[in-house]
Structure formats: C-alpha cells, structure tokens
C-alpha cells in the first residue's frame, strides 16, 4: 500500500488556492472513506490556515437499511472536527438505473443548498476517474464523454470542485490509517450487479496485475480528452459565431442559428458545433440518433422537418434552425376576451398582449389562427391571413401562436408583423410578448 505523500495537505491547498475567497467550502460527505479523507484534512487546514467557512453535507438516500445509520456516523465525525452537518434526506425515483437516479437525486440536494460565492468540494481521486474513462469508454463516448470528470464546473449558483483528482485511492487509505480515522464500508460496493463495482472489483485488479500504472495512465488519458474536448469547445465558438447572426424573428426571444453557415461545415464539423450549442438545452443525443440532424438539414425548402429531442424540439424555417421547449411544445388555448385593452392581456401559456395608443371600440378578444382568416387592408381590400404569412416569411411553428386582435368576427391586426399590427392612421399598435422559456438543465 502506498504511503500518504507528506505533501498531500499542501497539495489540496494549492487546487484550493483559487477558491479561498469563497463564502463557503462545503464538502459532500457520505462518510466513507474518500469523503472522511477530504473533510479531515479540510478541517486541519483550517487551524493553521484562514480558510473560508466549512460545513458537510450527507445526502440520505434511503436506499438500504443500514444507511439509517449514517447520518449518526457522520455527526459525530462532523463534531469531533468541529464542522457544521447538513443531513439531506432524498427521494430516489425508481427507474432502470439506481445508480444514476440516486446521482440525480444527490445532486438535486447539492443544488438546492449551494449559494452564491460557494462551492461544493467532492472526493473523487485519480481511480475514480480511470474507471469513469474505462466505464465510458465501453458506452461507446465520445470525446466529450472520455475526458471524464471535470475538475471543477458551475453547480447552481456556486461550483463544484473535485480537488483529489490526482491522488490514488490507496494515498487515501494510507492517511486514513495514519491519522486513524473511521468510516463507512457500503455493502453495496460489493455488488457486482452495478458496472461500476464491476470494473472495480474485478477489472482494475486484473489490469493492475499487468500494468501497475493502469489508474494513473488512464487518468492521465481522461486529462488528454479533457484538453481535446477543449479545443473542440474553442472551434465551436468559432463556427458558431458564423451562425448566430441576427434574423427577422429574433423578437420571439428562441435559440436560433442560420443554417447556411452550418451547411457550408464539415458533416463533423457540425455536429460539434450543434453539440455544444445544445448542451445548455437538452440531453445530447447518441450516436445513432444524429441522423435526426441530417434529415432536418437536408429537406426540401418548403419541408417543416423536426428533429425531436430529449428536452425539446429543432425546427427548421425562413434559413434558420429554432430551438423549441415548453409552453412552444403546448397547444395554445382558445378565444379569450379583453375586457380592459388599456392593460395588458396575460395569455394562457403564451406570454402576454399590449395595446398602445388608443384602443379600438369592443367587444375586443384574442384568438389564434384556425385556417381560413381573412383581414381586410387598406388599398389591398381582403386578403387571407395565410398569404399575409407567407408575405412575411413567419416560420410555421409561430403561425398557429400569433395572437389575433378581433372586434366582434372582424379580424383587426396580428400582432408583431409590421403593416398588420394595428390602425393604418397609427393610432394603435398590438404587441405580443412571447415569453421565455426554460433554456437547458442544470
């Protein structure tokens, strides 16, 4: 067993240099070995050194019998190192993977109590992130995938720091042992059922017999990823930059890019390019699934292609791609009266209407398109709304959400699209306030 280096609380507090003007440390602590590890030399640290506040945080799953007795392990760990115990208990879904539904769930807990000015330390080390390369790898990732954990990143409003990414978890052990400190086993480590306990138990000590760097080198590997990831990230901004020109349409306050820009990359190209600018939005999608991409690329002009994703839609109109999520995916309610057009009008799950100028004599309603409109213009007589439309190049997912202004059945302005908005004297203009939506997942 390798001896704990004697450098190992320094090196902690040069990762930690960066943050040391934080509100807050607080550390993820589970009360197993690793976490005991990090939250040990924390409040050691602190005695010598003016370090931020320090608190522990133990999430509890509920997922076995034993782990009710945990959160009594870790108080009087916390109390004996004089740091405050935050217990977090959560609600695990249940769902195909325990492993990663009690992930989610443990970092909905970290979300919800990290501030503003504070991070979350967690105690991953160097063989945690070898398997999560070789556990990735065998998933068929990408680059993205392959540099595995990140050492830092923003969690809510704070961040999340992995400071022991480069220590092994035998340097740990070795401390624990040299300092004597206790802490929790979890059986279910033991259960070769998750991949994870797998690769640990079974892989890593077959490839340690015949590489005995496997954890270093492969870690090293996920550093190489991360630095290529990077690079990716950078030819992206470039890419993009070419495709988030202004549009007509911009008032609708949607994620869009101009497609031809995109066209003229590369098929990889513009897969990384659309890669990034989704990762804020939705799950990114497999392999085999970015022939949704292609599809919608590569339709006819007057096509309506949708790529569907997991936490919305890419739509294609006017040159552009849109991005749509939430109340854009719901159906628009029905008519709704405007008894008052001198204030605003909130609309059912589509922002909201106002009338500036003098309103026209009601009754007054709002009302969506149906098919068949006709609106009568001045020096043009009766036109249909659909041509008046197309006149304009209003893409079509916006068409059936465009609030019409009606007085009694006669259909007085759509509003937003200039000439149709309101009065031809100017003495009243109708304005549409989409309303955001949620723009990506934490």
Request: proline letters at 7%.
């Amino acid at each position: 067993m390798s001896q704990p280096r004697i450098e190992l609380p320094t090196q902690l507090l040069t990762q930690l240099s960066p943050w040391r003007n934080a509100a807050t440390w607080h550390v993820a602590f589970s009360g197993g070995l690793d976490s005991t590890v990090l939250l040990h030399l924390l409040a050691s640290l602190s005695k010598t050194q003016p370090l931020p506040a320090l608190s522990a945080i133990h999430v509890h799953h509920g997922l076995q019998s034993v782990a009710d007795t945990w959160p009594d392990h870790c108080r009087s760990v916390c109390e004996a190192l004089g740091v405050p115990l935050q217990v977090v208990n959560v609600q695990v879904r249940p769902g195909a993977s325990v492993e990663r539904a009690a992930r989610e769930a443990r970092y909905g807990a970290f979300l919800a109590a990290i501030h503003s000015n504070e991070v979350l330390l967690t105690a991953q080390h160097r063989d945690d992130q070898a398997e999560t390369l070789l556990f990735r790898l065998l998933r068929g990732a990408g680059v993205r995938g392959l540099a595995a954990m990140p050492r830092q990143r923003p969690l809510g409003q704070g961040h999340l720091l992995r400071p022991l990414l480069d220590v092994s978890r035998a340097e740990l052990e070795a401390y624990a042992r040299q300092q004597g400190l206790s802490w929790i086993d979890d059986p279910s480590n033991d259960d070769h059922r998750y991949a994870r306990n797998f690769l640990r138990q079974r892989i890593f000590p077959a490839l340690a017999e015949h590489w005995p760097r496997a954890s270093a080198t492969l870690a090293r590997s996920a550093g190489h990823m991360d630095e290529a990831q990077g690079l990716l990230e950078d030819l992206a901004q470039i890419d993009l930059a070419q495709a988030l020109i202004p549009g007509a349409f911009d008032w609708l306050g949607l994620p869009s890019l101009a497609l031809a820009p995109l066209q003229a990359l590369s098929p990889a190209r513009q897969r990384n390019a659309l890669s990034h600018w989704l990762a804020p939005l939705t799950l990114l999608p497999d392999s085999d699934h970015w022939s949704g991409w292609d599809s919608l690329r590569d339709a006819a002009d007057d096509a309506r292609p949708i790529w569907r994703l997991a936490g919305g839609e890419l739509h294609r109109a006017g040159g552009r791609v849109w991005w749509l999520s939430d109340h854009w995916l719901c159906a628009t309610p029905g008519a709704v009266e405007w008894a008052a057009p001198a204030l605003p009008l909130r609309l059912p799950g589509n922002g909201r209407l106002v009338l500036n100028g003098k309103p026209p004599a009601g009754p007054l309603s709002v009302r969506y398109r149906q098919g068949g409109e006709v609106m009568a213009l001045v020096d043009r007589g009766h036109r249909d709304l659909k041509r008046l439309l197309n006149e304009r190049g209003v893409p079509a997912f916006v068409r059936g959400r465009l609030p019409l202004l009606y007085e009694g059945e006669r259909l007085l302005a759509v509003a937003n699209l200039g000439g149709l908005d309101g009065a031809a004297d100017g003495s009243w203009q109708l304005a549409w306030q989409p309303g955001g939506q949620d723009r990506g997942l934490s």
